[in-house]
C-alpha cells in the first residue's frame, strides 16, 4: 500500500482514478483548491500555499492539475493560465518535497500528446520525437520540464503524454454526441484516443511496477476524424453525413484554438505496450461499445 497525492484529482481522470487505487487499498489524498472531504488538502498555487500534512510520509505524487486546453479561446491571458496551472504547481510542489526533505518513490505527471504539435502527417510520433513549435507543444514542453526537475533529487520520473480521453460522463465525448454527427474540417486529421479505464490503469502500472519515463498514453489503433465519427455514429444509433464542419466555421468560432480540433497525426502505443501494458479497450468500436 502507498500514500499517493493527486492533484486535479476532482477531474475526470483524478476521480476515476481515485476510485481505483483506493479499490487497490492504497493511501490517497487529494489536493484542492476548495477541499470538502476527508481526504482533500488545501493548495492555492497563486500564494504558493500548500498543506503540508498532506505532504507528510507521501510515495507518490501523481500530477493531473492544468486549466482546461479546449474550455475558453485562447487569449494571451488565458494562454498563460495554462502553462502556469501547469508549471508553476509542479514547481510548488518540487520546493515544497524538497524543503520538507520527503523521500519521494516518483513523480507521475499528465502531458499531452499536443507535444508533437498540432500537424496532419502520417507520420507515427514515438516518444523519442521532438516537440512541436506551436502553442501546445510549447505547453506540453514547459509542462515535462517542470516534471523533469524532480529526477535531479534522485526521484523517478514518469510522464504519461494522453490522447482524448473516452469517458461515460463529460469530456470530449459528450461534446461530439450531437443529433447528427459529422467529421470536423477536412476530416483527414487524426484523433489519438483512450478509454478513461486504460488511462487510470497505465497511472497504476506506473506505481506498481515502477515505469519510469515517457510514454504516450494512447490506443493503438489510429481514427482518423473520418472513421471516428463513423463508429461514433454507429454506436449511439445516430445519423452520420460525411460533410465536414467547414474549417472557416471552426476559426472563427475558436479562434487559434481551432488547431487542436483541424490538426492531428498518428501516435505510437509501442513503448507503453512493450513495457507490459495490454489495453483493455485497444479499438475505438470496443471503446465506445463499454461506453
Not at 44 to 62: F, G, M, P, R
Not at 81 to 99: G, M, Q, T
Not at 222 to 228: A, G
Amino acid at each position: 500500500m502507498a500514500k499517493i497525492i493527486i492533484t486535479g484529482g476532482t477531474g475526470l481522470v483524478g476521480k476515476r482514478l481515485s476510485k481505483l487505487l483506493i479499490d487497490k487499498k492504497h493511501d490517497v489524498v487529494i489536493l484542492s483548491r476548495s477541499p470538502k472531504n476527508e481526504n482533500e488538502f488545501k493548495w492555492d498555487i497563486s500564494s504558493n500555499y500548500v498543506d503540508e500534512k498532506a505532504l507528510l510520509n507521501t510515495d507518490y505524487i501523481i500530477h493531473l492539475a492544468g486549466a482546461g486546453i479546449a474550455d475558453k479561446r485562447w487569449t494571451k491571458e488565458r494562454k498563460e493560465v495554462i502553462i502556469n496551472s501547469r508549471v508553476k504547481s509542479a514547481n510548488l510542489l518540487f520546493d515544497k518535497i524538497s524543503e520538507l526533505k520527503i523521500n519521494l518513490k516518483g513523480f507521475i505527471s499528465a502531458s499531452g500528446v499536443g507535444y508533437y504539435g498540432a500537424i496532419t502527417t502520417n507520420k507515427i510520433y514515438q516518444e523519442t520525437d521532438n516537440a512541436g513549435t506551436d502553442f501546445l507543444g510549447d505547453v506540453c514542453q514547459k509542462w515535462e520540464n517542470a516534471a523533469h526537475q524532480f529526477s535531479t533529487k534522485n526521484i523517478p520520473v514518469t510522464i504519461l503524454r494522453t490522447g482524448i480521453v473516452l469517458t461515460d460522463n463529460g469530456g470530449a465525448l459528450d461534446k461530439m454526441k450531437t443529433p447528427i454527427i459529422t467529421p470536423l474540417g477536412s476530416g483527414k486529421q487524426f484523433l489519438p484516443w483512450i478509454h478513461l479505464d486504460d488511462l487510470c490503469a497505465i497511472y497504476i502500472k506506473a506505481i506498481e511496477d515502477n515505469l519510469e519515463g515517457i510514454f504516450n498514453a494512447v490506443a493503438p489503433e489510429h481514427h482518423t476524424s473520418i472513421t471516428f465519427s463513423k463508429e461514433l455514429a454507429k454506436s449511439i444509433n445516430k445519423p452520420y453525413i460525411g460533410i465536414g464542419v467547414p474549417s472557416f466555421m471552426l476559426k472563427l468560432i475558436f479562434g487559434e484554438m481551432a488547431k487542436i480540433l483541424l490538426e492531428g497525426s498518428k501516435i505510437s502505443a509501442k513503448k507503453i505496450e512493450k513495457n507490459g501494458y495490454s489495453f483493455r479497450f485497444e479499438t475505438l468500436k470496443k471503446a465506445l461499445n463499454n461506453l
